[in-house]
């Protein structure tokens, strides 16, 4: 059997290890005969992933030019076009699915946010515009309300008849839902709540939908009732009468023009005394009777919190793809715009050469496709998780809990990357990139609030680090210091370095001095697990024993003890989704069984998780876990993986599936291939019939 891993690139006349290129375009052969093929067709389903079928009727949606997004449209034009492409999506029921099957509906709640997020690539506006209508406004009354709310509301809902706003971040709190200043009290002389804004703070922003088009809103409040404040809960409120004039004791503002989503109409809601009837509490997880009383299946109030906005996870799922979308959609424009991108005669007297086999260029965007399908196939593994508990097939407390801390540990990653992407893809492009017609820019201002929407990314990791540690506490409930301090010890000193492996690389390279001895112990998925993992359980241990005697401080030390190590918490938080979007990728090669396809995975894999260790080398080294040799090992590893996989590179987007009609970028869909054919076979006439100028440089004469 040859070891492909091992055989170098040969080089050939046009440009080395790379497709070879034609006046007609592209011709995927690399150069070396026994390389490996990928299966194209069955790669691109794999990365369909569960909901494949979902999403190429979702593709087929996208691919219609009036559900694109023209640029350069004013605000008011924008937002009057997505308008008009809800109301396409409603009638074609795309947005349905996760509702009833007894309203029309199809319960499939996995299936429902996968055709969500392929909206993005028609614009990322409408994706989020239908994201509020029907995965926030839609879901909150299908969640947080009962039966009586699903027969009275959801039918005009799903139908767009009552466009909806999600009234829950206000102008002095985003991501602290607790704090929420707007009140909803109880007077049980009339049986009504009364909605209140008390202070300007207290507003509710930023929302969509608020500005023109909602005509009702399910609104975030404390509920107040005979003198006890229950928490925040949640109440439809008709905002608009049939003129689109509020409702008496509403008002509101435009929040106007916006760095990105300009087809939403973002805006500001304030309620002065505005009354409701007491049934129109989305009473699921708390009620209050006529008498004032308040009664709830969940007896702790903050347990009681976290289940409601727990059902609500659904906005960070979708986000997570939809910024997967984006980065795959930036690296196919990319990667074939720089496969067929010309630029100085390096090797050659006549042609230049095609920009992504120099090195930096590959070493810009391949890395990046690494990230792109970790993520893709994290995101699907997510994806399942959410169906699992919103059917019901796996519903615990831990079902959920588990389900909240993954999508507040890949929903930072993927909305970061995807900004980083654009941007170097963008940059990748040069003077092309920056050109509308071409995606990048609009993508970026688009996918900028990505970052802060449905929580901000800091925050969220702090979450996940929380978790982190809870469960760590859970493990040594009632260890004694010691205990403690031993297993600190062990993972810094034991376990983690000499106990997996990794002992024996570093003895290799003391041995023998060669970085090229050791690259076989990176390529063991083993090593790589090891390197990473003992990053997070080291980084948590070591939080955990600085953070151990917090509980017996007064409150405002305690504080000040645990913001001396949020930078730490947040690090380690992304140091485990890191390590969740590893293992999801392994074990997508693990179940590849085409040979080609599963060796050109290897390599992406591989790449991606080295990446992460170079990363992050200052860590490995200061702690001891790398050697600088190795490191150097790393980095040269990661080089030769590179050149590996260039010859595979447009497989690999092409993978991804995106029609013309999707990408919608003249420099990926034929404009670049034009000019580089009329350029080439004019000076090619030119060199035949001797017409071509003598440069003023002489030329040498072997």
């Known amino acids: 059997m040859v070891d492909t891993a091992q055989r170098p690139t040969p080089a050939r006349p046009d440009a080395v290890g790379t497709d070879i290129r034609t006046d007609t375009g592209p011709v995927r052969v690399a150069g070396d005969p026994l390389a490996p093929r990928i299966d194209l067709p069955a790669l691109s389903r794999t990365l369909l992933g569960t909901w494949a079928d979902v999403r190429l009727k979702a593709r087929e949606l996208t691919a219609r030019p009036d559900l694109q997004r023209i640029e350069g449209q004013s605000m008011a034009d924008h937002r009057l076009r997505v308008l008009g492409q809800l109301k396409i999506l409603a009638d074609n029921g795309h947005v349905h699915r996760a509702f009833p099957s007894s309203l029309g509906g ?124 229950h928490g925040v809960h949640a109440f439809y409120v008709p905002l608009r009468d049939s003129t689109g004039a509020f409702l008496p004791g509403i008002g509101g503002e435009d929040d106007g023009l916006k760095g990105g989503l300009n087809g939403i109409d973002n805006g500001r809601l304030h309620f002065d005394q505005v009354r409701i009837p007491r049934t129109n509490l989305l009473n699921r997880y708390g009620d209050v009777a006529v008498d004032g009383s308040y009664s709830s299946p969940i007896g702790s109030p903050g347990r009681r919190f976290f289940t409601m906005l727990g059902t609500l996870v659904q906005g960070r799922v979708s986000l997570d793809g939809a910024a997967t979308q984006a980065s795959a959609l930036a690296l196919t424009i990319a990667i074939r715009y720089g496969s067929e991108r010309r630029q100085f005669t390096a090797g050659s007297e006549t042609d230049e050469e095609v920009i992504l086999d120099y090195q930096r260029h590959q070493r810009r965007l391949i890395p990046r496709l690494a990230t792109a399908y970790a993520q893709t196939f994290a995101h699907d593994e997510f994806l399942v998780k959410f169906d699992q508990v919103f059917s019901g097939a796996a519903a615990t407390d831990i079902d959920r809990q588990d389900l909240e801390t993954l999508a507040a540990a890949l929903k930072p990653l993927s909305t970061w990357n995807a900004l980083d992407t654009l941007q170097e893809s963008r940059e990748a492009c040069g003077g092309a990139g920056f050109l509308a017609e071409n995606r990048f820019v609009g993508l970026r201002a688009d996918l900028d609030v990505y970052a802060t929407f449905e929580g901000d990314n800091n925050v969220l990791l702090q979450l996940v680090a929380k978790r982190l540690l809870t469960d760590y506490n859970r493990k040594f409930a009632g260890a004694d210091a010691g205990a403690m301090a031993r297993y600190v010890v062990q993972q810094t000193a034991g376990r983690a370095y000499h106990g997996t492996g990794l002992r024996t690389l570093g003895q290799s390279v003391a041995d023998f001095g060669s970085t090229a001895r050791s690259v076989g112990a990176l390529r063991e998925t083993g090593t790589q697990r090891a390197l990473l993992t003992d990053r997070v359980e080291t980084m948590i241990a070591a939080i955990a024993q600085s953070l151990r005697n917090a509980s017996k401080l007064p409150k405002k030390e305690a504080a000040a003890l645990f913001n001396s190590h949020q930078n730490e918490l947040i690090e380690a938080a992304r140091a485990h989704a890191e390590l969740l979007q590893w293992e999801a990728f392994t074990r997508a090669v693990e179940t590849t069984t085409h040979a080609g396809t599963r060796q050109v995975l290897t390599w992406l894999r591989d790449l991606f998780g080295l990446r992460l260790i170079e990363e992050h080398a200052a860590w490995y080294l200061i702690n001891g876990r790398l050697s600088g040799k190795r490191a150097l090992a790393v980095t040269a590893y990661i080089d030769r993986i590179i050149s590996r996989l260039r010859p595979h590179a447009l497989d690999l987007v092409d993978a991804f599936g995106y029609a013309p009609e999707h990408l919608r970028a003249p420099i990926a869909t034929g404009a670049e291939r034009e000019r580089q054919v009329e350029a080439r076979a004019y000076y090619r006439a030119q060199r035949a019939a001797g017409t071509a100028p003598v440069p003023e440089k002489p030329v040498r004469r072997p």
């Open 106 to 229: 199809s319960d499939d709640h996995g299936g429902n946010i996968a055709g969500f997020e392929e909206l993005v690539t028609a614009d990322p506006s409408l994706q989020i515009k239908a994201g509020v209508q029907w995965g926030l406004f839609g879901a909150a009354v299908l969640h947080l309300g009962t039966t009586v709310h699903h027969e009275t509301w959801l039918p005009d809902i799903m139908s767009l008849a009552v466009p909806g706003v999600f009234a829950m971040t206000e102008t002095g709190h985003g991501s602290d839902v607790a704090a929420i200043g707007t009140t909803a009290t109880f007077d049980v002389a009339t049986g009504e709540f009364v909605v209140h804004t008390p202070f300007r703070a207290a507003w509710k922003d930023y929302l969509g939908n608020a500005a023109i088009d909602g005509t009702a809103a399910v609104v975030f409040a404390q509920l107040i009732s005979l003198g006890v404040n």
